[in-house]
Nanobody, 120 residues
Framework: VQLQASGGGLVQAGGSLRLSCVAS????????MAWFRQAPGKEREFVVA????????YLPDSVKGRFTISRDNAKNTLFLQMNSLKPEDTAVYYC??????????????WGQGTQVTVSS
């Protein structure tokens, strides 16, 4: 599976961005998908995950109410809608595909990352 993430950019605090991740190579719906992020000097951290069918979402409290994950299996595309962005959301965001949701070790395929910068 090849993953191509896009949609990052520079936004002011309180603003919104929508990230996309297009997959190619194998049956997209067979994979759980997730977004991770990595800020400078920090480890890559889990942001949100969604099951292959899209009926289960795993969303930590840190982004609950601000971030929404979705997928369009017909278009092999994963989305991350980010609202009410904060400077601490600044990071490179990566999409990932795996057999089932879990920590980063569960994901076999990774996109190249897209930079999100939130200014205060």
């Amino acid at each position: 599976v090849q993953l191509q993430a896009s949609g990052g950019g520079l936004v002011q605090a309180g603003g919104s961005l929508r990230l996309s991740c297009v997959a190619s190579g194998r049956t997209f719906s067979a994979y759980a998908m997730a977004w991770f992020r990595q800020a400078p000097g920090k480890e890559r951290e889990f942001v949100v995950a969604i099951s292959g069918s899209g009926n289960r979402i795993y969303l930590p409290d840190s982004v609950k109410g601000r971030f929404t994950i979705s997928r369009d299996n017909a278009k092999n595309t994963l989305f991350l809608q980010m609202n009410s962005l904060k400077p601490e959301d600044t990071a490179v965001y990566y999409c990932a595909a795996g057999a089932r949701p879990g920590p980063k070790e569960m994901y076999d395929y990774w996109g190249q990352g897209t930079q999100v910068t939130v200014s205060s």
